[in-house]
Nanobody, 127 residues
Framework: QLRPVESGGGSVQSGGSLKLACAVS????????MGWFRQAPGKEREGVAA??????SYADSVKGRFTISQDNVKNTVYLEMNSLKVEDTAMYYC??????????????????????WGQGTQVTVSS
């Protein structure tokens, strides 16, 4: 099992947009829990967006601004981030867990074991 590989992070001004990509080993159409979480220095890990067997879910802090999607041909998960705020600054991690148990439970990104995380990509939003 190879770890996911993220790309697309960077620096942007408040109100700007970024799109993150996560290349997943294996076929994304058979992965029942994948998505993004973030962690800022001194803060708790926060699940941002997820795609599970029951659809997509978002943290309240990003609803209406972020969109998660998947491309099953490219085996890639995307996170489109619009109207970025300074408080969105964090290291963003992709996680994808192929365990079949996720097909029957709600996908909770922060419960995915560390061996299924990517290396992270930094997003910095300045005012």
């Amino acid at each position: 099992q190879l770890r996911p590989v993220e790309s697309g992070g960077g620096s942007v001004q408040s109100g700007g947009s970024l799109k993150l990509a996560c290349a997943v080993s294996g076929h994304t159409d058979s992965v029942y829990c994948m998505g993004w979480f973030r962690q800022a220095p001194g803060k708790e890990r926060e699940g941002v967006a997820a795609i599970g067997a029951d659809g997509t879910s978002y943290a309240d802090s990003v609803k209406g601004r972020f969109t998660i999607s998947q491309d099953n041909v490219k085996n890639t998960v995307y996170l489109e981030m619009n109207s970025l705020k300074v408080e969105d600054t964090a290291m963003y991690y992709c996680a994808a867990d192929p365990s079949p148990g996720w097909a029957k439970r709600r996908c909770t990104i922060t419960d995915i074991p560390e061996n299924y995380w990517g290396q992270g990509t930094q997003v910095t939003v300045s005012s």
